[in-house]
């Protein structure tokens, strides 16, 4: 295949994501200034929608990459990450669906505000929710550029800083224009995307050891150099206690810090009633399962195909194995833009970071219109309409 093939397919997917997500904002996207509209979507979404929207928010490009790596670097420790993961959206749907389901709330600090004193509560929040998504939204538009940059073939620290301005506009407008349910159609967009890379990949790489799961993982093991052991905890940390410790901390950052991250914790407010909750639940927790399964297998993949000597020999974090399996499971590419599996996988990955770039926008977005703003700033002299449009005597 020639260069121009696959840069061209890079472009045609990454354009039809863009016209397909613009689309779908317009269709959410309402004539009125009506705050409820804008920041919960009237409960427009159904519980299966609902559920893969919050499934989306959870799975971010750490998920997908980093995740990968960890099984492909550390066997069971990145396991047990996966499971972490999906634990976590479990105790955030179960603890946290009441007191944030369909109230009439917008933001964490609308809750907050109704137990304790309104305005350091809201001010409280926001700073919160603004500490919380800088770090990640940078995280989340660099990882973006980088392989946005990657895709149209285009190196150079310029090409990167461009495509990351270019992303970080375009993630604005999203937010801007959809509101909770154009971003909510975005992050089931995705989701249905990284759900069918996965299994594409899942499928290849299964497909190499003759359909045949526990050849796959003895091939990982082998291929580690540890054998066995490779499955059994202590290969990212250690086996000291110091180690067993750090184990302990990551699995309860992700099971309970992941549940109170702004931009998921807002997908709770535009559900209505406990059955609606039930039924999101169970959407949101079999996505977010399913994957887990998905990346365990790529992640032993990677493993057993490139090898852990080569793929610490790329990056001793293991976030590139995800890249490098689609470039062993298509023997005949020579480069990295040259792989049409390559590409596909590329795009998914850019996708995922572009819908967690527009969930955080909009939380950050919601928190300092609506709790610092509406509430703080301009007390009962700031409508519900102009809250939303906001420029030279009310009009922008």
């Not at 169970?282 to 998905?294: Q, Y």
């Not at 995800?322 to 590419?333: C, E």
């Not at 527009?358 to 977005?365: E, H, N, P, S, Y």
Request: hydrophobic fraction near 55%; proline fraction near 4%.
């Amino acid at each position: 295949m020639s260069d121009f093939e696959p840069r061209t397919l890079a472009f045609v997917l990454f354009a039809c994501f863009i016209a397909v997500s613009f689309l779908l904002c317009i269709l959410a996207a309402t004539d009125s200034d009506d705050p409820s509209e804008f920041y919960i979507g009237t409960g427009a979404l159904g519980p299966m929608q609902n559920g893969l929207a919050i499934a989306g928010d959870y799975i971010s490009a750490a998920t997908v990459l980093s995740t990968t790596g960890t099984i492909a670097i550390a066997g069971f420790d990145g396991v047990l990450i996966t499971m972490s993961t999906v634990v976590s959206i479990l105790v955030f749907l179960l603890v946290m669906a009441g007191p944030l389901c369909g109230r009439g709330r917008y933001t964490l600090g609308d809750v907050l505000a109704e137990r304790l004193s309104e305005r350091p509560a809201r001010i409280g929040t926001a700073v919160l929710v603004l500490m919380v998504t800088m770090p990640l939204l940078t995280v989340q538009l660099n990882g973006a550029g980088d392989m946005m940059s990657l895709l149209i073939g285009i190196p150079g620290s310029a090409s990167v800083t461009g495509c990351t301005i270019f992303i970080g506009s375009l993630m604005v407008c999203y937010a801007a224009l959809g509101g909770m349910k154009g971003t909510g159609f975005i992050q089931i967009l995705k989701t249905v995307i990284l759900l069918g890379a996965f299994i594409l990949l899942a499928v290849l790489v299964i497909k190499r050891f003759d359909w045949n799961p526990a050849s796959l993982f003895g091939a990982a093991a082998d291929k580690s150099g540890y054998g066995d052991a490779f499955w059994e905890s202590g290969r990212q940390f250690g086996d000291s206690f110091t180690g067993k410790l750090e184990v302990i901390s990551v699995q309860l950052t992700l099971a309970v810090g992941a549940a109170c991250l702004p931009h998921i914790t807002m997908r709770l407010h535009p559900i209505r009633g406990a059955r609606a909750a039930r039924a999101a639940t169970t959407w949101a927790v079999g996505a977010v399962a399913v994957l887990g399964g998905l990346i365990v297998i790529v992640g032993a993949g990677a493993t057993a195909i490139v090898g852990l000597p080569a793929l610490r020999a790329a990056d001793p974090t293991g976030t590139n194995s995800l890249l490098l399996l689609t470039r062993a499971l298509d023997p005949g590419a020579e480069a990295a833009h040259r792989s049409l599996l390559f590409t596909l996988v590329a795009c998914a990955v850019v996708v995922t970071t572009l819908a967690a770039v527009a969930g955080l926008t909009l939380a950050a977005a919601a928190s300092l219109a609506h709790d610092v703003l509406a509430k703080v700033v301009l007390p009962e002299r700031l409508s519900p309409a102009r809250e939303l449009v906001r420029g030279p005597r009310g009009r922008s």
